[in-house]
């Protein structure tokens, strides 16, 4: 390639948007000669060509002239990548642009990492006055919307009891009728300044999860979340509270479907776009004396009455201002309300909340105030007393005691665990930085880092007791959290979790990384099992950054193990396979043998995704090689079972039966159960390939006995598709559409397009089997479609060819010769057979 001038290409890393990101890519093209779209795009196509892909799956003109251009709000990382590499394909340096994309995508989609979401509603605060408001909300209510139901905005500004009065409405609804199954709260984080509002589409997958949807059975895609959900919230009512509302845009993404929900939302900002809406103002001067009067007393506004007026107009008559303090009032006896009201004047012309919060917050005792300030320097939303204990170096007991105080001040909101106001929180942080020294914040937060690696730890150690995870050195501060089983663990981790994030973050931030990746490493299992995707992702990309920028070579390695995987289980097999490959060097260059035999088996299950056979046998070869050199013979038995697999598909069975004997022998040694169930799998469907019926059904029914027995529906579902085939070829079509069925609820719930698509092929093969095309055409094409979005040319080969039987049944012969064309045309580009006659030979004569 012909370089323009002889300088160095762009730097991708300089980027801080995809506008500039795209604008980099325009001084590269130019950097490279300038070469023309189509030069551009032909480079393009014979890569991927060379790759084994389709010529009908290749890339257009211009689709590539696309991503030159500013103003786009999406770029597809593999073919954006693809064209890097097509005008400087030197070694590195394509990745180096992935990266970069990754880094700008994670500024703006950061925030999925911190949602706090909740399926019960939070305390409400003292609520005085807002009558006309309530029977305004009832009013409203009374006459949903058909598409939304009720949907009111609450606008105001900080303080004011948008927040308060939402709540208090959601509970008075459904007692006045208005039904509800579920009730879910959000706060959407829209005056945030650190941390942004929360990602829309991270909501939606917690929603869908509250609602009752396995976490793998969540949808990846926002578009996919949202028809999920409004079809949930269709036929089940919901109560749903939007708090910090930041736009309309992410209000509307988050309405449920139906005429019998109800949305509240509060906004500090005007959103003119909800036709129902309040504007909050300060309390009625009445209801303000009111407020105070029941926070401080009845005794003490009485009888300064003039005082408590003056407070009230001091506080601005407004309900957060108020309730600090009545509470320090109620708090401090000896202190009268003329004093107080002079205190709060000398402060002048201060913002009346703040001005509220300094003055209570003057009143404490010193330790109190001084965990308080902490508090407000963490990441974390809310505070357990073992995490306050953490934070402010003291036992659990004691911060205990401090949280119960900083409650009575009305300086912490009720809940488990107990939050800080958003406005409240940014005070406390504002006044550690003037009042408490760097060092002091900084072993603050060491502390709390230390205090979450070894709660998760001790979590992980219950959930995956097979994997190691470390601890920092020391007993944990804040003492021992102590999980007496799996399931608390598991409760623990999905609490904790929006918490625990957060940390990782803040660990980067503030020059301790090694929490950070340590964190990651320590909790992967738990974001593959939930299908957290984004946390996933987007923590391991914030941790591989510090580790590179460190220098920790092996840790690098590992979290690209991890981020392969998370990428994987995403979908995206082509940006698995580049950091599974670079995760192997690293950890080559280190020499860690048993995570590089890690990254070299999970690419070859990648480029396997990829219908690649003979790459994958290859690095399956490599990786049964060194689990033999490191003695890890729960390792080698999975390989060994993956060679099987592969065999199987390249129509060696009797190789494919032999590998999974051996690798099922030695699982049942060593207890490797998951290994065990893939054997099972994997020998059944080759005895059956081979004409062992018996055998076949014995292997199946003990691989569906026994992921049943552990929960693992992945494997359950794969055990009835394959029980499924057996029963075709045995000439029990009936049920075999049923235990197909089966096998389908399950992949439609878990969302893995693999699965589904596989499912969707061998149910159809039962249907056409008793003489139902018209069923057997629906689920076939979903199966092309499911094959051709995740480049699965192998499903797209098998559905095609029994596509071509169901087109035959209903006597289309030309549609019958183009699908058997194609699956034919697939065979032969893929190298392996794709068998005639069917499995589903007994509904009709072989098209040969």
């Not at 779209?37 to 892909?53: C, K, Q, S």
């Not at 107990?418 to 940014?426: E, F, K, N, T």
């Not at 003037?434 to 880092?449: E, G, K, Q, T």
Request: hydrophobic share 45%; proline share 6%.
């Amino acid at each position: 390639m012909k370089q323009a001038y002889d300088t160095d290409p762009p730097d991708p890393a300089r980027a801080a948007s995809l506008d500039e990101l795209t604008a980099q890519l325009r001084l590269l093209k130019a950097w490279a000669g300038d070469p023309s779209l189509g030069v551009i795009t032909t480079r393009i196509n014979r890569v991927r060509a060379d790759a084994g892909l389709p010529a009908h799956e290749s890339t257009r003109k211009s689709t590539v002239a696309g991503y030159f251009s500013p103003g786009r709000k999406r770029l597809d990382e593999d073919l954006f990548t693809a064209i890097v590499a097509a005008l400087h394909p030197a070694s590195g340096y394509p990745a180096r642009w992935r990266a970069a994309l990754r880094a700008v995508r994670q500024e703006s989609t950061t925030a999925a990492l911190f949602v706090d979401i909740r399926d019960h509603l939070p305390e409400v605060g003292t609520l005085v006055g807002r009558q006309a408001e309530l029977a305004q909300i009832t009013g409203w209510a009374a006459r949903p919307d058909p598409q939304h139901g009720t949907v009111v905005a609450i606008e105001g500004m900080a303080g004011v009891g948008k927040t308060s009065l939402a709540l208090a409405a959601a509970r008075h609804l459904p007692a006045a009728g208005q039904p509800a199954v579920h009730r879910l709260y959000v706060d959407l984080r829209g005056v945030d300044a650190e941390r942004g509002p929360v990602d829309v589409t991270a909501v939606l997958g917690e929603f869908l999860r509250l609602l009752g949807v396995r976490g793998d059975g969540v949808p990846a895609g926002p578009q996919a979340r949202a028809e999920a959900y409004r079809r949930i919230t269709r036929r089940q009512p919901v109560l749903v509270v939007l708090d910090n509302a930041p736009d309309e845009a992410s209000v509307t993404a988050l309405l449920p479907a139906g005429p019998h929900s109800l949305t509240l939302v509060t906004s500090r900002r005007q959103l003119p776009g909800l036709h129902r809406r309040i504007q909050l103002t300060g309390l009625d001067p009445a209801d303000a004396v009111t407020l105070l009067r029941t926070i401080a007393g009845p005794g003490r506004v009485d009888a300064e009455p003039a005082a408590a007026a003056q407070l009230a107009r001091l506080c601005g008559h407004l309900p957060l201002a108020l309730a600090v303090s009545g509470a320090q009032l109620r708090e401090h006896p000896e202190l009268s309300l003329a004093d107080h009201a002079e205190h709060r004047q000398e402060l002048g012309p201060a913002d009346e909340v703040e001005a509220s919060l300094a003055l209570s917050v003057r009143g404490l005792p010193p330790a109190v105030a001084a965990t308080w300030r902490l508090l407000g320097i963490s990441a974390v939303a809310g505070f357990t007393p073992a995490a306050a204990a953490a934070l402010a170096d003291t036992d659990p007991d004691t911060a205990r005691r401090h949280l119960a105080e900083l409650r009575q001040a009305n300086l912490l909101q009720d809940g488990d665990p107990q939050r800080l106001h958003d406005v409240v929180r940014a005070f406390a942080d504002s006044q550690a930085r003037r009042l408490d020294p760097p060092s002091r914040r900084r072993a603050a937060r060491h502390r709390l880092f230390e205090h979450y690696r070894h709660a998760a730890a001790a979590a992980m150690d219950l959930l995956a007791p097979q994997d190691h995870h470390p601890r920092p050195a020391g007993p944990p501060p804040g003492g021992d959290v102590v999980h007496t089983s799996p399931a608390e663990a598991l409760a623990w981790l999905d609490r904790e979790r929006p918490h625990l994030v957060a940390i990782i973050r803040q660990a980067v931030e503030t020059g301790e990384p090694e929490h950070a990746w340590q964190l990651c490493l320590c909790l992967w299992r738990y974001f593959f099992a939930g299908r957290y995707i984004e946390q996933w992702l987007l923590t391991h990309e914030i941790a591989l950054g510090a580790a590179r920028a460190a220098g920790a070579r092996g840790i690098e390695g590992q979290l690209l193990v991890s981020l392969g995987s998370a990428q994987a289980s995403a979908g995206r097999a082509e940006a698995a396979i580049e950091l599974y490959t670079a995760a192997a060097t690293a950890l080559r260059e280190v020499g860690d043998r048993s995570n590089e035999a890690r990254a070299v088996a999970n690419l070859g299950t990648a480029l396997l995704r990829l219908s690649r056979f003979a790459p994958a046998r290859t690095r399956y070869l490599e990786a049964i090689d060194l689990f033999r050199e490191l003695g890890d013979d729960a390792g080698l038995a999975l390989q060994l079972g993956n060679l099987g697999g592969v065999a199987g598909i390249c129509g060696d069975h009797p190789r494919a039966a032999a590998a999974f004997e051996e690798s099922l022998a030695i699982c049942r040694v060593v207890g490797a159960g998951y290994g065990e169930i893939r054997a099972l799998i994997g020998l059944g469907s080759a005895r059956r390939e081979l004409g062992d019926q018996t055998g076949a059904r014995q292997y199946l029914h003990a691989a569906l006995q026994l992921s049943e027995a552990q929960g693992l529906r992945n494997e359950q579902a794969e055990a009835l598709v394959e029980l499924a085939r057996l029963r075709v070829r045995e000439g029990d079509p009936d049920e075999a559409v049923e235990l197909s069925t089966q096998a389908l609820d399950i992949a439609r719930a878990l969302g893995d397009p693999n699965l589904l698509g596989t499912a969707s092929t061998w149910a159809a093969a039962a249907h056409c089997a008793t003489g139902r095309p018209d069923v057997s055409v629906a689920l076939l094409r979903d199966a092309i479609r499911l094959g051709t979005e995740t480049a699965n040319r192998l499903l797209v080969a098998y559905a095609y060819r029994e596509l071509c039987r169901a087109a035959t049944l209903t006597g289309d012969e030309a549609e019958a010769d183009r699908c058997q064309d194609r699956a034919r045309e697939l065979s032969v580009e893929l190298g392996v057979p794709v068998p005639w006659p069917s499995p589903a030979e007994r509904c009709s004569d072989v098209r040969t």
